[in-house]
């Protein structure tokens, strides 16, 4: 029985990505190439972030919530957007269209972290005979945190690839990147401070990422539209 | 063409190796997972299982992995694949009888035991009469299990909140009348153990220690000795469970005190006696007196001859106003009569009762139902001291898992130990008959409340059934250390204990409590799953791609993408 939970935390953890790829135009430019350089980018972003965590931050015995220290994560999560630029930016993508890149970029991320973080955990704890709610919780979080990677990538292509955007919309795009990339310290704020638990941080977390994906949908609409 | 392909096996080959790292981790992963993550665990033990000539008694099997199921369950439902859940608490007896006595079969029991019954639990005093009632049920029930041949696993264990809430959760699915299995969830009880093995050649260990009386000048004769004997093991449904506060701790209490009186009253030349003092605690009590017997074979010849008379002390701490003197020779016999006025006249004085007990002995039957029984057939005279008025049967009234410390009163075991010690020491330094105080209350002869309890408290804590205690058992280097502070020579012998006997380990173990889901939510949920996936698909092809793209996808349903989704 407990197999088949893994394989259903494990349906509702990945497959999203697989959906999303097949189901979007990614598919038929072929991009996996692309993803899984983004992928690649991530395990060496996710390397030197877990270096500087171990450099600079105590390890808390407690579960408290220390305001230099969540600082101090923030900070080093603004490593990830650095990561991000560099796949975006920096890696040569053949003949791909910017639409499509920040989509695979983003999708690759995503599931690298996904992998990452949650396959080994899904791995150990769900094939136990102990059921709790807590894998299904974390595939809904791994679903949230696909939304947010993408439309951060799509944040990120805004702001470093296309050049003629409305100056309007510069402050607005750099304040939703900001809140995307703060995520993770706004999640631990939530769960340490206001002692919430796992299941209302996870329907937290996909509301604000629903959210956040339609509004980095309408921002992306209009810095298309001068160029059309 | 040609290059196309070449591409498409180069990404291929670039995407299985980017799995490889994953796999890798996976491979590792699978290596070391050690599946021990229940929410609850319980330490459950063991119902006794052995065998005797190869008839097999208590429970034969060991592992457990079934689901919970309460006594409110249907009569008649099938419950070869349940853990029944007995509380004691709530316990008929006269099911459990007849369950096993129909050899039905059963996954498992589990028998919740109150806090009260835990070992070294002192408790308060206020629910003796709470535990009266569970208290004769338990005992009941253990001579039920113990004598039977139980073709499934049975523990015991302890209430606690956590099999509180699991055991409400039971109740309430049975009550509904779905049966908690495979597909409707539950609890699941997982005791992971091994096959249970026999006790490879199981020692009886009997500590031995001589207090030389002083000789008077010019006399050459050997002093005759009095033999002070308690066996210290006992019996118990559950071998690690088994403490035997009254059967017989209490012995080996009073023993540990009248040996520490006379230690004092020999050290000082002018109050040591005519007469050598032999203290013995012997093992193998519950199995016919075994260790009394081998060791008493082993005893010197003329040490055996010197030997006046032996008392022997068998669960003595919990009486009222009566003492017994259980002997096997005619009560006129000349030192019987002897004995038993010795102690009349102290209990007499002491204000209490001794009545005599006689038992004849038959040689051809091979239960030994008392300690001096094994002194009677070597023709040595003995009595055994007991609140016990009936010879008890094999394995009954040797200790268990009710014989516990709150049962046990100190004031009981502290008039065992004057009635003793008086008039053992009116015996040595001749004042048969006298009113004299040898240990008044206030002297520095007093028996020490303190020291009995303590001794009390320790024995009450530690289980104690033969066959499981090693030659070095901390418990048996203590009692010995004990006799060598009080006594000038103390030897222990180590035997093997008889063939008849087998016993098997196994004694203790974790049981994991599991909450698990059923087969019926898991389908659920993966509909649930695909649809929100299908859903997802849909959606994300009409917004990226239109409408028609997705009709068009279904207008060829050997479509891969459909697959994929």
């Given at each position: 029985?407990?197999?088949?939970?893994?394989?259903?935390?494990?349906?509702?953890?990945?497959?999203?990505?697989?959906?999303?790829?097949?189901?979007?135009?990614?598919?038929?430019?072929?991009?996996?190439?692309?993803?899984?350089?983004?992928?690649?980018?991530?395990?060496?972003?996710?390397?030197?972030?877990?270096?500087?965590?171990?450099?600079?931050?105590?390890?808390?015995?407690?579960?408290?919530?220390?305001?230099?220290?969540?600082?101090?994560?923030?900070?080093?999560?603004?490593?990830?957007?650095?990561?991000?630029?560099?796949?975006?930016?920096?890696?040569?993508?053949?003949?791909?269209?910017?639409?499509?890149?920040?989509?695979?970029?983003?999708?690759?991320?995503?599931?690298?972290?996904?992998?990452?973080?949650?396959?080994?955990?899904?791995?150990?704890?769900?094939?136990?005979?102990?059921?709790?709610?807590?894998?299904?919780?974390?595939?809904?979080?791994?679903?949230?945190?696909?939304?947010?990677?993408?439309?951060?990538?799509?944040?990120?292509?805004?702001?470093?690839?296309?050049?003629?955007?409305?100056?309007?919309?510069?402050?607005?795009?750099?304040?939703?990147?900001?809140?995307?990339?703060?995520?993770?310290?706004?999640?631990?704020?939530?769960?340490?401070?206001?002692?919430?638990?796992?299941?209302?941080?996870?329907?937290?977390?996909?509301?604000?990422?629903?959210?956040?994906?339609?509004?980095?949908?309408?921002?992306?609409?209009?810095?298309?539209?001068?160029?059309? | 063409?040609?290059?196309?392909?070449?591409?498409?096996?180069?990404?291929?080959?670039?995407?299985?190796?980017?799995?490889?790292?994953?796999?890798?981790?996976?491979?590792?992963?699978?290596?070391?997972?050690?599946?021990?993550?229940?929410?609850?665990?319980?330490?459950?033990?063991?119902?006794?299982?052995?065998?005797?000539?190869?008839?097999?008694?208590?429970?034969?099997?060991?592992?457990?992995?079934?689901?919970?199921?309460?006594?409110?369950?249907?009569?008649?439902?099938?419950?070869?694949?349940?853990?029944?859940?007995?509380?004691?608490?709530?316990?008929?007896?006269?099911?459990?009888?007849?369950?096993?006595?129909?050899?039905?079969?059963?996954?498992?029991?589990?028998?919740?035991?109150?806090?009260?019954?835990?070992?070294?639990?002192?408790?308060?005093?206020?629910?003796?009469?709470?535990?009266?009632?569970?208290?004769?049920?338990?005992?009941?029930?253990?001579?039920?299990?113990?004598?039977?041949?139980?073709?499934?696993?049975?523990?015991?264990?302890?209430?606690?909140?956590?099999?509180?809430?699991?055991?409400?959760?039971?109740?309430?699915?049975?009550?509904?009348?779905?049966?908690?299995?495979?597909?409707?969830?539950?609890?699941?009880?997982?005791?992971?153990?091994?096959?249970?093995?026999?006790?490879?050649?199981?020692?009886?260990?009997?500590?031995?220690?001589?207090?030389?009386?002083?000789?008077?000048?010019?006399?050459?004769?050997?002093?005759?000795?009095?033999?002070?004997?308690?066996?210290?093991?006992?019996?118990?449904?559950?071998?690690?469970?088994?403490?035997?506060?009254?059967?017989?701790?209490?012995?080996?209490?009073?023993?540990?005190?009248?040996?520490?009186?006379?230690?004092?009253?020999?050290?000082?030349?002018?109050?040591?006696?005519?007469?050598?003092?032999?203290?013995?605690?012997?093992?193998?009590?519950?199995?016919?007196?075994?260790?009394?017997?081998?060791?008493?074979?082993?005893?010197?010849?003329?040490?055996?001859?010197?030997?006046?008379?032996?008392?022997?002390?068998?669960?003595?701490?919990?009486?009222?106003?009566?003492?017994?003197?259980?002997?096997?020779?005619?009560?006129?016999?000349?030192?019987?009569?002897?004995?038993?006025?010795g102690f009349s006249n102290v209990a007499e004085d002491l204000?209490?009762?001794v009545?005599?007990?006689?038992?004849?002995?038959?040689?051809?039957?091979?239960?030994?139902?008392?300690?001096?029984?094994?002194?009677?057939?070597?023709?040595?005279?003995?009595?055994?001291?007991?609140?016990?008025?009936?010879?008890?049967?094999?394995?009954?009234?040797?200790?268990?898992?009710?014989?516990?410390?709150?049962?046990?009163?100190?004031?009981?075991?502290?008039?065992?130990?004057k009635l003793v010690a008086e008039s053992l020491a009116r015996?040595?330094?001749?004042?048969?008959?006298?009113?004299?105080k040898?240990?008044?209350?206030?002297?520095?002869?007093?028996?020490?409340?303190?020291?009995?309890?303590?001794?009390?408290?320790?024995?009450?804590?530690?289980?104690?059934?033969?066959?499981?205690?090693?030659?070095?058992?901390?418990?048996?280097?203590?009692?010995?250390?004990?006799?060598?502070?009080?006594?000038?020579?103390?030897?222990?012998?180590?035997?093997?204990?008889?063939?008849?006997?087998?016993?098997?380990?196994?004694?203790?173990?974790?049981?994991?409590?599991?909450?698990?889901?059923?087969?019926?939510?898991?389908?659920?949920?993966?509909?649930?799953?695909?649809?929100?996936?299908?859903?997802?698909?849909?959606?994300?092809?009409?917004?990226?791609?239109?409408?028609?793209?997705?009709?068009?996808?279904?207008?060829?349903?050997?479509?891969?993408?459909?697959?994929?989704?």
């Amino acid at each position: 029985m407990t197999l088949f939970h893994f394989f259903n935390c494990a349906i509702l953890t990945f497959g999203p990505h697989a959906v999303y790829y097949s189901a979007t135009p990614l598919s038929e430019y072929d991009t996996l190439r692309t993803s899984v350089k983004a992928g690649v980018v991530y395990l060496a972003t996710a390397l030197v972030k877990l270096v500087c965590l171990a450099t600079f931050l105590q390890v808390s015995e407690t579960e408290v919530f220390d305001p230099y220290q969540e600082a101090l994560k923030a900070m080093i999560g603004f490593i990830d957007v650095a990561g991000l630029y560099y796949a975006l930016a920096q890696l040569t993508h053949r003949n791909i269209s910017q639409n499509h890149k920040f989509q695979a970029v983003g999708l690759g991320w995503a599931f690298a972290d996904s992998v990452l973080h949650r396959l080994a955990p899904l791995w150990v704890g769900a094939r136990g005979l102990e059921f709790t709610w807590d894998y299904v919780l974390q595939g809904l979080e791994a679903n949230a945190n696909l939304v947010f990677t993408i439309s951060l990538a799509a944040l990120g292509s805004l702001m470093w690839l296309r050049k003629n955007k409305p100056k309007t919309l510069i402050p607005i795009i750099y304040t939703c990147a900001v809140i995307i990339a703060t995520m993770p310290s706004i999640t631990s704020y939530l769960r340490k401070v206001m002692g919430w638990h796992f299941p209302k941080v996870v329907g937290f977390e996909l509301l604000t990422s629903l959210v956040m994906a339609f509004i980095s949908c309408q921002l992306f609409i209009l810095c298309q539209r001068p160029s059309l | 063409m040609a290059d196309e392909k070449k591409s498409k096996q180069r990404h291929r080959t670039m995407v299985l190796e980017s799995m490889y790292p994953v796999l890798a981790l996976m491979l590792i992963l699978v290596a070391c997972v050690e599946l021990c993550d229940a929410a609850t665990v319980v330490d459950v033990y063991r119902l006794i299982q052995y065998d005797i000539s190869g008839v097999p008694f208590g429970s034969r099997f060991s592992s457990l992995n079934h689901h919970a199921a309460s006594i409110s369950f249907q009569r008649g439902a099938d419950l070869s694949r349940s853990v029944l859940i007995l509380p004691l608490r709530e316990l008929d007896i006269g099911f459990v009888q007849e369950y096993i006595s129909q050899k039905q079969s059963l996954g498992g029991l589990l028998i919740l035991l109150p806090q009260t019954f835990r070992p070294g639990n002192v408790g308060g005093g206020n629910l003796i009469s709470e535990t009266e009632g569970f208290r004769k049920l338990l005992a009941q029930l253990e001579k039920i299990l113990v004598h039977g041949n139980i073709p499934f696993p049975v523990y015991f264990a302890f209430e606690n909140e956590e099999t509180d809430a699991m055991l409400a959760d039971v109740k309430k699915n049975d009550a509904l009348g779905q049966q908690a299995t495979a597909t409707t969830g539950g609890y699941k009880l997982v005791i992971s153990v091994s096959e249970p093995r026999k006790v490879a050649s199981p020692t009886i260990t009997n500590i031995q220690g001589w207090l030389p009386g002083s000789r008077a000048e010019g006399d050459s004769n050997q002093l005759p000795t009095i033999a002070v004997v308690a066996s210290y093991d006992t019996f118990g449904a559950a071998p690690a469970l088994s403490v035997g506060s009254d059967s017989n701790g209490s012995g080996v209490v009073a023993l540990l005190e009248v040996a520490r009186l006379f230690s004092i009253l020999f050290s000082n030349p002018k109050t040591r006696g005519r007469y050598n003092l032999l203290f013995a605690l012997t093992s193998g009590g519950p199995y016919n007196y075994e260790g009394t017997q081998k060791w008493l074979k082993s005893l010197d010849q003329r040490m055996r001859e010197s030997i006046d008379y032996a008392i022997c002390l068998n669960s003595v701490g919990s009486w009222d106003n009566e003492l017994l003197v259980h002997v096997s020779k005619p009560p006129d016999n000349a030192y019987i009569k002897q004995i038993f006025e010795g102690f009349s006249n102290v209990a007499e004085d002491l204000g209490f009762q001794v009545a005599l007990k006689h038992k004849k002995i038959n040689i051809s039957n091979l239960r030994v139902a008392w300690e001096h029984e094994q002194f009677s057939r070597l023709r040595v005279t003995a009595a055994t001291l007991s609140e016990l008025s009936t010879p008890p049967e094999l394995l009954e009234s040797a200790g268990s898992l009710s014989d516990t410390r709150q049962l046990m009163s100190e004031d009981a075991i502290i008039k065992g130990v004057k009635l003793v010690a008086e008039s053992l020491a009116r015996h040595i330094y001749g004042h048969q008959g006298k009113d004299i105080k040898i240990f008044a209350d206030d002297s520095s002869l007093a028996v020490n409340p303190f020291y009995v309890r303590s001794w009390l408290d320790l024995l009450s804590q530690t289980p104690r059934v033969a066959p499981f205690l090693s030659k070095n058992e901390p418990l048996i280097m203590a009692l010995k250390k004990e006799l060598e502070d009080y006594t000038a020579e103390v030897s222990v012998q180590h035997e093997s204990l008889d063939g008849s006997f087998t016993f098997y380990d196994s004694t203790k173990a974790s049981l994991n409590i599991y909450q698990v889901a059923s087969v019926t939510f898991d389908l659920l949920l993966l509909l649930v799953l695909g649809s929100y996936l299908i859903v997802l698909f849909s959606f994300l092809v009409i917004t990226t791609r239109g409408l028609d793209d997705l009709i068009s996808l279904f207008r060829r349903p050997p479509s891969r993408k459909v697959k994929m989704a």
